[in-house]
Antibody, heavy 123, light 110 residues
Framework: QLQLQESGPGLVKPSETLSLTCTVS??????????WGWIRQPPGKGLEWIGS???????YYSPSLKSRVTISVDTSKSQFSLKLSSVTAADTAVYYC???????????????WGQGTLVTVSS | QTVVTQEPSFSVSPGGTVTLTCGLS?????????PSWYQQTPGQAPRTLIY???TRSSGVPDRFSGSILGNKAALTITGAQADDESDYYC??????????FGGGTKLTVL
């Protein structure tokens, strides 16, 4: 059973870069069937997919966030990371890491989730 | 940019049946979008209910079912229970590695 755990600062200043890490346990981050991604949820609002990465390093980003997002993977540490630059108060949210099950050129669903971590953007 | 649409809210009586839908601002939802459904209660991470239109995730009761109804994906809850009161989200796969969440439906059981 895969387990995912987010970690990182809970408070980020406006205009700075938000950085989070997700540690994977209970399975291999090098699986060809999963990609590893980030989803966020502003307080009281809905879920938004941010982006995902394969262990090989191939990345996929939401078009609306693409210009500010970088997702990377460190297979040696079984971790993947999110960087979101130039943050504003609108980026305040619970950030979840999650696996997305994919096969071939299609991705089917998110199946394992971290517990989520609240990141507040404020001076 | 394509928007995935869901009813903002819905209510159902205990024991009743409710169908939530997931559509597109432009076009029809088909199985090729691999619609999936998630349940979320306050303060918790989402739980996967249905994937690839109609496959129940492990441990999900069979009162939850998925389908394509007309031009939308649908989640039907048959015999609703009090603990089904949650937010429900659909996700569509748009191709090229892009997934899009719907805005979510807040389901009330009363």
């Amino acid at each position: 059973q895969l387990q995912l755990q987010e970690s990182g600062p809970g408070l980020v200043k406006p205009s700075e870069t938000l950085s989070l890490t997700c540690t994977v346990s209970g399975g291999s981050i090098s699986s060809s069937f999963y990609n590893w991604g980030w989803i966020r949820q502003p307080p009281g609002k809905g879920l938004e997919w941010i982006g995902s990465i394969y262990y090989s390093g191939s990345t996929y980003y939401s078009p609306s966030l693409k210009s500010r997002v970088t997702i990377s993977v460190d297979t040696s540490k079984s971790q993947f990371s999110l960087k979101l630059s130039s943050v504003t108060a609108a980026d305040t949210a619970v950030y979840y890491c999650a696996t997305r099950y994919c096969s071939g050129s299609s991705c089917f669903y998110f199946n394992y989730w971290g517990q989520g971590t609240l990141v507040t953007v404020s001076s | 940019q394509t928007v995935v649409t869901q009813e903002p809210s819905f209510s159902v009586s205990p024991g009743g049946t409710v169908t939530l839908t997931c559509g597109l601002s432009s076009g029809s939802v088909s199985t090729g979008y691999y619609p999936s459904w998630y349940q979320q209660t306050p303060g918790q991470a989402p739980r996967t209910l249905i994937y690839s239109t109609n496959t129940r995730s492990s441990g999900v009761p069979d009162r939850f079912s998925g389908s394509i109804l007309g031009n939308k994906a649908a989640l039907t809850i048959t015999g609703a229970q009090a603990d089904d009161e949650s937010d429900y989200y659909c996700v569509l796969y748009m191709g090229s590695g892009i997934s899009v969440f719907g805005g979510g439906t807040k389901l009330t059981v009363l």
